[in-house]
């Protein structure tokens, strides 16, 4: 059943749900969080074609300019792709443009494009108890069972990107090395294909570190090299955490960008 739509001329301070607090918020806002509502739910999946803005007003009971403006959101949050001639889509990581959506690491010389996509070494998989740190990331209780990956991504021949990243073991059991290494796509491609988690937003923290040995030598530089550390914590629907990723990266060829508005 379709969550109630707020009509047309009702006012902006009308609650979208159970709430006991109004939500003071624009009526496309509403409809955007509406539509949020259905990708959280699966109604419509990765890859999906959503229904036609005139189908949406219909549906929730507003002008389809309201509608509109609502999609236009989604799809600037990554959320949604408009293709045109054939409609809107819900977004997926296996998309081109989006591969690689939360790394801001470029070539200085060159584009992302013509450098080409990352060749992956898969190091480790495995099932391990969340310690303290991991556990608070990802709200799980400490020792709750997580999944544990490290991998190299390399451009070009270098190994550029060194990684460890956590997964609730509840949402993805059945993740395997063998999976990994079977699955040539993005990682968050096999993530919403074979596990229905589909990751929307990231929040990172980023520092200089000096190489350690270990980080030295999977890099191919000299212990002590200045590194970048990155620590994502990446979300899927609803603000719920669902990867904790540390990652080291060379920056002798590479640069950290980011666009900001």
Same mark, same amino acid.
């Not at 389809?64 to 408009?82: C, F, H, M, S, Y």
């Not at 992956?120 to 991991?134: F, K, S, T, Y």
């Given at each position: 059943?379709?969550?109630?739509?707020?009509?047309?001329?009702?006012?902006?301070?009308?609650?979208?749900?159970?709430?006991?607090?109004?939500?003071?918020?624009?009526?496309?806002?509403?409809?955007?969080?509406?539509?949020?509502?259905?990708?959280?739910?699966?109604?419509?999946?990765?890859?999906?074609?959503?229904?036609?803005?005139?189908?949406? %007003?219909?549906?929730?009971?507003?002008?389809?300019?309201?509608?509109?403006?609502?999609?236009?959101?989604? %799809?600037?949050?990554?959320?949604?792709?408009?293709?045109?001639?054939?409609g809107t889509f819900v977004a997926t990581h296996a998309e081109q443009h989006i591969q690689y959506?939360?790394?801001?690491?470029?070539?200085?010389?060159?584009?992302?494009?013509?450098?080409?996509?990352?060749?992956?070494?898969?190091?480790?998989?495995?099932?391990?108890?969340?310690?303290?740190?991991?556990?608070?990331?990802?709200?799980?209780?400490?020792?709750?069972?997580?999944?544990?990956?490290?991998?190299?991504?390399?451009?070009?021949?270098?190994?550029?990107?060194?990684?460890?990243l956590w997964l609730p073991g509840t949402a993805f059991r059945g993740l395997t090395l063998e999976?990994?290494?079977?699955?040539?796509?993005?990682?968050?491609?096999?993530?919403?294909?074979?596990?229905?988690?589909?990751?929307?937003?990231?929040?990172?923290?980023?520092? %200089?570190?000096?190489?350690?040995?270990?980080?030295?030598?999977?890099?191919?530089?000299?212990?002590?090299?200045?590194?970048?550390?990155?620590?994502?914590? %990446?979300?899927?629907?609803?603000?719920?955490?669902?990867?904790?990723?540390?990652?080291?990266?060379?920056?002798?060829?590479?640069?950290?960008?980011?666009?900001?508005?």
């Amino acid at each position: 059943m379709a969550p109630p739509a707020p009509a047309e001329g009702a006012s902006a301070a009308a609650p979208l749900a159970t709430s006991p607090t109004p939500a003071f918020s624009p009526l496309y806002q509403q409809i955007k969080a509406l539509i949020l509502q259905s990708l959280q739910a699966g109604e419509w999946k990765p890859g999906d074609l959503i229904p036609s803005e005139v189908e949406l %007003a219909t549906r929730f009971k507003v002008s389809q300019g309201t509608v509109r403006k609502a999609i236009d959101e989604l %799809a600037a949050d990554n959320l949604l792709l408009r293709r045109q001639g054939k409609g809107t889509f819900v977004a997926t990581h296996a998309e081109q443009h989006i591969q690689y959506r939360f790394l801001r690491l470029h070539p200085d010389e060159g584009t992302v494009e013509s450098v080409g996509p990352a060749t992956r070494d898969i190091l480790g998989c495995r099932r391990v108890r969340a310690n303290a740190e991991v556990a608070a990331a990802l709200q799980l209780r400490s020792g709750d069972p997580v999944v544990q990956v490290s991998r190299v991504l390399s451009f070009q021949g270098t190994p550029t990107i060194l990684e460890d990243l956590w997964l609730p073991g509840t949402a993805f059991r059945g993740l395997t090395l063998e999976t990994l290494v079977a699955h040539a796509g993005p990682m968050y491609a096999l993530f919403e294909t074979q596990f229905g988690v589909r990751m929307v937003r990231a929040e990172e923290r980023i520092k %200089a570190v000096a190489a350690s040995d270990t980080a030295a030598e999977r890099l191919q530089v000299a212990p002590g090299t200045t590194l970048l550390s990155v620590e994502r914590l %990446a979300y899927t629907y609803n603000g719920v955490p669902m990867e904790l990723r540390r990652g080291l990266y060379r920056t002798d060829r590479h640069h950290y960008r980011n666009e900001l508005s």
